[in-house]
């Protein structure tokens, strides 16, 4: 098979083991959406200069050797695969065929019936066999296909044993062995492979199976690989820095983010592979790469739990869609699945009554607390008041009184989660009775008989026989219950408790703020998500106690993972470690910490500049790793048409500069507006929060947006003492953020002074 029919093959892997004729109606296969594969390969090098001069060298000479060889043995093992995908597909179809064919469907008795049943579960049976054997080939298939591009990006050697042979082991995005079981590529996130990232040469160690297995790791080596063609390689024995990190950090940023595979750093690689625990808490420092982390985190958590967690028992909450976006080929450029992404105002959206805004107002967290405390008091029950009517329009279904009386048949039940589901099952057989009752009336049986046939296609599909009574009472119910479904949902959502009215009974709050509101009816009705089993959280310090509070109690078996930076709260109000730490002991028990002190996105002289922004304490922690490109721009410009000119030129040499990405980035909407009266015609359109980044060129963003992005270039267009004044703690986070957001250039403007927080 040919290279390009290879990757065909990867591509395809997935959707060839759904195929309707290899698979019964009731039992599909369990398939998420097709691991990626290259798709669009970059072309080998043209000419000898695209790869590095190493004619003389032998050990070049070998790895290139092995890497075309295990290339060969990818190439040959995608195609066996998929020829092995088709014989099973065609076997599958005919098994199938044949198998119902040979069945005597014969029901004229129970007996007979039970059988004919049972001979069509035999045919399920087989099936589902072929549907297994299936699925393990597109996996691998998918993993084959996703090394396609880069075989592996490292190798190790370890001594296991004095006397023993030494062991070569080759690290790559995925793991794959042979027919004979030879580990080809060895998975990043296998427990030996932690080896490679820890970066301590000598004897070490890595944890397998709940013990520590002592290594001696006598070589470490990168490789800059592309298909079958290796560009280069360094042996970090050796080299003084990583040569692969710096020329990852060194390439041009885009709008989307890459995944950090082969780049992983000895602190982030601790956070990655941290023991699972209740909730884990991340400070990192701007350009630490915490969200990169998070997301391999994701990805390492899927293979450890590879047997049984799946991508809608993680939950990712991200600040906006802008951001999430920006994320979404991270995952799946591994191999993974995205788990289920979505922002608090979404989240917040389905359980909050419709016009409600999660973030709007202020809620002390005593409030929280004095509710968990009223309804942990002996003799707590709910009274009629607290109860609210069913109703669609003004048909009244189920009055409140009706609702209490229903809460009265268990009076030995607390409050909770058992109660809250025993009457949403009675209040459901209640309306389903009144649903009847309402559609056995003559009232409803003559609104029936009344229909035009155009209608009575309209309401049920087909025509009535108006004749037939029995028929005309069942479209009548039908009728009725399509006209009030919507209360069933009323039900479901427990919109029969009046949480504002038990609000002021318990707290004397005229009415209830939304956080706090979500929080009461989670706690008194067990509304959750128990299957949950991991949330990560992102700029955690964005949050406010009361809507974290919220995201715990919903999700009331998961870890969580919080990550962020105290020093980029932007807003007021927002949270230190200490009140994030605080809160989730309190409902979870004990927090791990972690810390990431080193910034792998700005320059050297970019840091510097952000971080003299920092307290003290961490400011001596914070260093770069980046190469150092040209310092930051400071230009203070004393007049608006000044200003102004001085910004057309900054944002016309970002624009034919070529490629990469530079931002302008506003503190808030209305500066835009500022900048955009300003520019006049040479204005950039601001990006929203429904649009996405494009791949290059220039664009104006509001800090809220830019966070957790980074830019190849970042213009400041204002940061003038009005803007930024000296003593103000959230001017100082502002301007922080926001420098941080530049990798390699950084354009600083003042209209007027300076902000004397950078002087």
């Not at 944002?651 to 006049?680: C, D, F, M, Q, S």
């Amino acid at each position: 098979m040919s290279d390009e029919q290879a990757i065909n093959a990867a591509q395809s892997a997935h959707p060839a083991s759904s195929n309707p004729e290899s698979v019964r109606g009731d039992a599909q296969p369990v398939c998420g959406n097709p691991k990626p594969s290259p798709s669009n390969p970059q072309p080998a090098p043209e000419s000898s200069e695209d790869v590095a001069d190493y004619a003389n060298d032998p050990v070049y000479s070998q790895e290139q050797q092995h890497l075309s060889e295990v290339y060969a043995e990818l190439q040959s093992m995608a195609g066996a695969l998929a020829a092995k995908m088709r014989k099973n597909e065609d076997a599958a179809a005919a098994t199938k065929k044949q198998m119902v064919e040979e069945i005597k469907q014969n029901y004229g008795s129970d007996t007979e019936a039970f059988e004919t049943y049972a001979d069509f579960a035999t045919v399920n049976s087989v099936i589902d066999s072929y549907n297994q054997t299936q699925d393990a080939a597109a996996e691998k298939l998918s993993n084959i296909g996703l090394l396609l591009n880069q075989p592996y990006f490292a190798k190790i050697v370890l001594d296991f044993k004095r006397g023993a042979a030494p062991k070569e082991l080759y690290i790559g995005a995925a793991g794959v062995s042979d027919e004979s079981c030879r580990r080809l590529v060895v998975d990043w996130r296998s427990p030996v492979a932690e080896v490679y990232y820890n970066q301590d040469m000598g004897p070490t160690h890595y944890r397998a199976n709940g013990r520590d297995i002592g290594v001696d790791l006598t070589l470490r080596r990168q490789f800059d690989i592309e298909r079958d063609t290796l560009r280069a390689y360094f042996d970090t024995n050796v080299a003084i820095q990583d040569s692969l990190l710096l020329a990852s950090l060194s390439k041009q940023r885009t709008s989307q983010m890459q995944a950090i595979t082969a780049t992983i750093q000895k602190e982030q690689n601790a956070v990655i592979r941290h023991e699972d625990c209740p909730v884990l808490l991340v400070a990192g420092i701007a350009g630490s790469g915490k969200t990169s982390v998070l997301l391999q985190r994701i990805a390492y958590l899927f293979y450890q739990h590879r047997e049984n967690l799946r991508p809608e028992d993680v939950f990712l909450i991200t600040p906006n869609p802008v951001f999430r976006h920006y994320i979404a080929n991270v995952l799946p450029d591994m191999g993974e699945r995205n788990p289920e992404t979505l922002t608090l105002a979404e989240f917040a959206r389905t359980l909050l009554p419709q016009g409600q805004g999660f973030g709007k107002g202020t809620v002390d967290e005593d409030e929280l607390w004095r509710i968990d405390e009223a309804l942990a008091r002996d003799g707590f029950d709910y009274v009629q008041g607290d109860f609210s009517d069913i109703r669609v329009g003004h048909v009244k279904l189920i009055t409140a009184a009706q609702v209490h009386q229903v809460r009265a048949k268990w009076p030995r039940i607390e409050p909770g989660a058992r109660l809250s589901n025993l009457m949403r099952e009675e209040l459901t057989r209640r309306l389903d009775s009144k649903l009847a009752s309402m559609a056995s009336s003559d009232e409803m049986f003559d609104e029936v008989v009344s229909l035009t046939h155009d209608e009575q296609l309209a309401a049920f599909g087909e025509p009535v026989n108006i004749d037939d009574d029995k028929e005309v009472r069942r479209a009548a119910l039908k009728l009725v219950r399509g006209r009030f479904e919507i209360a069933y949902g009323m039900i479901a959502r427990d919109e029969w408790l009046h949480v504002d009215n038990l609000g002021r009974r318990l707290l004397g709050e005229e009415s209830l703020k939304p956080a706090a509101w979500l929080y009461l009816k989670i706690a008194c009705t067990g509304l959750s998500n128990p299957d949950a089993r991991y949330v990560m959280i992102d700029e955690v310090q964005d949050y406010t106690i009361p809507q974290l509070a919220v995201l715990a109690r919903f999700f009331p078996r998961a870890h969580f993972m919080l990550l962020g930076d105290e020093n980029q709260a932007i807003r007021e109000g927002g949270l230190t470690f200490t009140q994030v730490k605080s809160m989730f002991e309190r409902l979870r028990g004990e927090v791990s910490e972690c810390h990431l002190m080193t910034s792998y996105r700005s320059t050297p002289s970019i840091t510097d500049l952000f971080a003299r922004l920092l307290p003290e304490s961490e400011r001596m922690e914070v260093s770069s790793v980046q190469r150092e490109s040209a310092p930051p721009r400071i230009e203070i410009c004393e007049d608006e048409a000044a200003w102004a000119d001085a910004l057309r030129r900054a944002i016309r040499a970002a624009n034919e500069g070529g490629e990469g990405l530079t931002a302008v980035i506003v503190p808030w909407k209305h500066e835009a507006v500022k900048l955009e009266k300003a520019l006049g015609d040479d204005a950039l359109a601001l990006v929203g929060e429904t649009g996405a980044l494009p791949r290059s060129g220039t664009v104006l963003l509001t800090l809220p947006l830019a966070k957790g992005l980074e830019f190849d270039h970042v213009i400041i267009p204002n940061a003038s003492a009005g803007l930024f004044p000296a003593g103000d703690r959230i001017a100082k986070n502002r301007l922080y953020t926001t420098i941080s957001r530049a990798t390699r250039e950084l354009d600083v403007f003042a209209l007027g002074e300076l902000t004397p927080l950078l002087r």
